[in-house]
């Protein structure tokens, strides 16, 4: 106990450089998939057949691959056709891809769950797609998205681990040199899961609060 | 009611794919008139009015209201004349359709603020004279899910009031009322009536019918089974298929006896 402590001291402030880049990847892959899902649930639900297809392809398609597999295309796979990208930059583009997916459907299903009277109410006022869109479907989708994405998002927390793998520093990666240097997986590791056991019951307790709030505002 | 006809149909035909939903429904509707529809379930009466505010597309036909000439099939609709109808036709839906995520006024200001682009001052201020209108200026800042049903589609009257339009489309707006309830609505309709207000209302309230409307439409197989004059064809119907739909909703006791009839002679043979 007392030698696992020491070496938790010792190697804390590696730990929280890669802390500070978990969080910066998690951020910035989740502003990816938010945006880009966001286009792939209007595409799909939109009426040019084109635009559906290909979303709903794109969705399919990559949902169903591994996201390690997806990191690796990133980082290798397009190196060697070409396009050199950062470990980082990589990591963002396999991940925010990945995500995008997983909330395009959340997105999706939670506008297709919005009562059809709202829709017919909202055109019968004379309200172009686009305002009927933004003032009446997205705020009442909203109450729907919340749970699953907040469910999706400590996923993706913990799927930054994998980036360790194509040479970004992040906890993980930290960990995992600093068990190569002590020889003590075990400490080592459960400091990691330690830290991504923070997240979880932070991120959990904040977006809890906040729903709470939300549907408190409504009633 | 003045001679000039707001909404003129022909011969229109409507089918859900195969399911015929009504046809060749021809009906002229002038200024300040109210035309009440009625009729079975299922009768289409629902999906004719939806098709008047083009919320529904119709397959034969032509439909003229409001200087624009439609026809039925797949030829598409400019969005813009789309959005004209939709905004100088009010409806009125039997499940109010109230928006949960806004309070009572805001629901009355959303469509004239961001399809009329009327500022926001103006747009509080006219959704509160509608508020006191129906008598509800208190509850401007609740949300529709703390309303009673009357007061819910009372605010729904308001929502398509605030647009100022030239017809008013009510789709059973109080048969999801419990039946104290229904009075308060139907006085608001009522007082459009008086007005001047166009309107075609479909309804299951025969004696409000006779009262408020000058025309009635009976609808009944997918087809208009008599329309005239309201007392006339509430009182002395002339088609055999709308003297059997008023004899069943005007004495529904009696409906009852012939039900409990029905059974008895098809239950005989058991004993
Ligand atoms: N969106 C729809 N898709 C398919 N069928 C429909 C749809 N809406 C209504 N119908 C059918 O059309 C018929 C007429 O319905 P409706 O207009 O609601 O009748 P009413 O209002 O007279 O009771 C019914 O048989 C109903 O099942
Ligand atoms: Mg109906």
Redesign the interface.
Same mark, same amino acid.
């Given at each position: 106990m007392h030698t696992m402590l020491q070496q938790w001291a010792l190697y804390l402030p590696d730990y929280l450089k890669g802390v500070g880049m978990t969080l910066e990847l998690t951020g910035a892959a989740l502003l990816v998939a938010l945006v880009f899902g966001f286009i792939l649930a209007l595409a799909r639900l939109s009426k040019i057949r084109v635009l559906d297809w290909a979303a709903t392809g794109y969705v399919e398609i990559i949902r169903a691959i591994p996201v390690l597999i997806l990191l690796f295309i990133c980082y290798y796979s397009l190196a060697q056709a070409g396009l050199k990208l950062s470990g980082p930059v990589a990591a963002i583009v396999g991940l925010g891809g990945f995500y995008a997916a997983l909330y395009g459907e959340i997105f999706r299903g939670a506008i297709l769950g919005v009562?059809r009277?709202?829709r017919?109410?909202a055109?019968?006022?004379?309200? *172009?797609r686009s305002?009927a869109m933004r003032?009446?479907i997205l *705020?009442?989708a909203f109450f729907a998205i919340l749970p699953p994405a907040t469910n999706q998002l400590s996923n993706l927390i913990k799927d930054t681990s994998l980036v360790f793998t194509i040479a970004v520093a992040d906890i993980m990666f930290q960990a995992n040199s600093a068990l190569s240097q002590n020889f003590l997986p075990l400490d080592m590791l459960l400091l990691a899961g330690v830290i991504y056991f923070l997240f979880y019951l932070i991120l959990s307790k904040f977006l809890a609060r906040w729903e709470l709030n939300v549907q408190r505002r409504?009633? | 009611m003045s001679n000039d006809v707001v909404v003129s149909a022909r011969n229109m035909t409507k089918r859900f794919g195969n399911t015929l939903v009504f046809k060749d429904v021809s009906l002229d509707v002038h200024k300040s008139e109210v035309v009440a529809i009625v009729g079975p379930s299922g009768a289409g009466k629902s999906t004719f009015i939806r098709c008047i505010n083009r919320l529904h597309p119709f397959d034969e036909g032509t439909l003229e209201l409001l200087g624009h000439r439609l026809t039925g099939g797949k030829a598409k609709v400019p969005r813009a004349v789309l959005q004209d109808i939709h905004t100088r036709v009010g409806m009125v839906f039997q499940t109010f359709n109230l928006f949960p995520h806004l309070t009572v006024i805001e629901n009355i200001m959303l469509a004239p603020m961001e399809v009329k682009k009327m500022p926001r001052a103006e747009a509080r201020e006219r959704a509160m004279a509608l508020l006191e209108m129906v008598g509800l200026p208190h509850k401007r800042d609740i949300y529709p899910k703390r309303l009673s049903g009357g007061e819910q589609q009372r605010v729904a009257i308001c929502r398509a009031l605030a647009m100022e339009p030239e017809i008013m489309l009510f789709d059973e707006p109080t048969s999801m009322l419990d039946p104290e309830l229904v009075g308060e609505v139907l006085g608001a309709i009522q007082r459009l009536a008086r007005e001047g207000m166009t309107m075609l209302l479909v309804t299951h309230e025969m004696a409000f019918a006779k009262e408020v409307a000058d025309t009635v439409v009976i609808m009944a197989d997918h087809e208009i089974a008599e329309m005239g004059p309201a007392c006339e064809v509430l009182e002395s119907p002339k088609t055999e298929r709308a003297q059997q739909f008023l004899s069943r909703v005007l004495k529904p006791e009696q409906a009852a006896d012939d039900f409990v009839a029905a059974r008895t002679a098809s239950q005989g043979g058991d004993r």
């Open positions: 009562d009277g709202q017919e109410a055109e019968a006022l004379g309200m *172009p305002v003032k009446v *705020p009442q409504r009633s | -």
